[in-house]
């Protein structure tokens, strides 16, 4: 039986591989970029550990499987197809039409546990495109990778204002 070894000590000098082996310093917008990302799905990760509402639960759990595969594509591993966005547009679509307009309420991101995670999941996506749009416009970041990225607040931020209906409707509506 081999052992896994979680530690290599090949970053000790500052450098990470990427999943075509190729050596490049950690702090490499690309590696800076997924890194972002990873940090995007633990908080999803700690949103749905929190949440028990499963129409929730089941879209934050895809947000997670999916952002994986992103990272995959993002450290350029081999036979990775990258999410497509569709399915986070048409529920966008769908939470938006649970709101008639004058029936948003904000939420400050400390008023709940899921809608704090789930706040902090949203400005690290956030900050994951800013980091990206300069790969996009240099041509080392497809398309639809970063079409993806762009999406992944919003559809965080529809998955806030869904929860936020669900558990904290409206006064006198």
């Not at 970029?33 to 949103?47: K, R, V």
Request: proline share 5%.
């Amino acid at each position: 039986m081999h052992k896994m070894t979680i530690t290599t000590k090949g970053g000790d000098k500052g450098n990470t591989s990427l999943c075509n082996g190729e050596r490049v310093p950690k702090d490499d917008p690309r590696v800076e970029a997924y890194g972002t990302i990873d940090e995007c799905q633990a908080s999803i990760g700690l949103a749905r550990s929190m949440c028990s509402f499963e129409p929730i639960n089941d879209n934050l759990k895809r947000l997670e499987d999916e952002l994986y595969t992103l990272m995959g594509c993002m450290a350029l591993c081999e036979g990775m197809e990258p999410p497509k966005t569709d399915w986070m547009e048409d529920m966008i679509k769908e939470v938006s039409l649970m709101f008639t307009e004058g029936e948003f309420q904000f939420i400050r991101p400390g008023e709940c546990s899921v809608c704090a995670a789930l706040h902090m999941a949203r400005t690290i996506a956030r900050r994951a495109e800013r980091q990206t749009v300069k790969m996009l416009r240099s041509g080392t970041l497809p398309l639809d990778i970063f079409a993806y990225i762009n999406r992944l607040s919003d559809a965080i931020y529809a998955l806030i204002l869904w929860y936020q209906k669900e558990f904290f409707p409206v006064e006198g509506k």
